[in-house]
């Protein structure tokens, strides 16, 4: 029926995009690399190990809130919804929600780091056998349309975005990938939103620093990436990770700082860094429930119900579109 292979969508698959994307970023300033670059196959593994660090509070605030509330979210859903899951990673937590949601017609994993989508979706097939599972290659950000499933094509839509992956977006961006996401889930279309709270900076800062080093590794993997895919030659030990959280923006800030004067070339271009010079990698947006509700309603959503954590580290919501009643 499904022959496996990730269906690509919109531009992701093209080549050219992230050597377009890292020559327009380092040719301006402030420097910046899109932070859905920091994902490939290497990427993707060190993220997984992010999520085992003690520091890292986020996958296991979410996971124990999962647990807890996919009763809920089942009885909110009803029976025989496909499930869309907007940059699945692994698809660890979605086990959660296919083990507790009634008869899901369809799992529709949409990621851009290409072979951990192939390697997710395996896993799920052979743990999941009856269940199709349809991955999707694309931009979440550059989606038109989702595959049409034979078979399926009928079953309500129930997208899933947990992980804090909004908190990469900036405002503009996410209100922008809520309202697409609306329109993709479509008619009786629910969305389960993960996200992460404003809390103790301290906190934040250690999540984002942890002391084995891997958030720090994962960050200068985006210039072996170069390395590897641009002819790009990065000494890797010459750049450091950066993270701080800015309270006024209410956002984690993440850069790559060079270490010492130095000019690298990539692509056949040069460029010069100086001591203390730094290219932004990504942001990670901490939320509170007034900020959720304001997002949500600009994008056609209502927030109709949300869980979190004892100690309100974490939250999870449940999203209905403006005008369609949960379930
Ligand atoms: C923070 S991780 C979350 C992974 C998983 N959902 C979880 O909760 O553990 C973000 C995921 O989104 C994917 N991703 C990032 N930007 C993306 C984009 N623009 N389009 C599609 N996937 C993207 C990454 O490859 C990664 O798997």
Redesign the pocket.
Known sequence: MYSGLPVKIGR?AEGDTFEAAVLAGLARRPRAVP??FL?DAQ??AL?DAI?ELPEYYL?RT?IAILRDCVPDIAALAGPGRQLV?????????TRLLLDGLHKVAAYLP????VE?LEASSRRLRRDYPLLPVVPVY????DMPVLPWLPGAADAPRLGFF????IG?LDRHEAREFLHNARRLLGRGGALVL?ADLKKDPEMLHAAYNDSAGVTAAFSLNLLLRMNRELDANFDARAFAHDAFYNSGEGRIEIYIRSLCPQWVRVAGRPFFFDTGERIHTEYSYKYDLGDIDALSASAGFVRARTWTDPHRLFSVHYLTAAGDEPG
């Open positions: 992701a932070a859905k994902y990427g993707s993220f999520c996958t979410e899951e907007f940059g699945s990673g692994s698809s660890t937590k949409i990621d851009i780091s951990h694309a931009d979440y950000m947990p992980g804090s992956t990469n993960g």
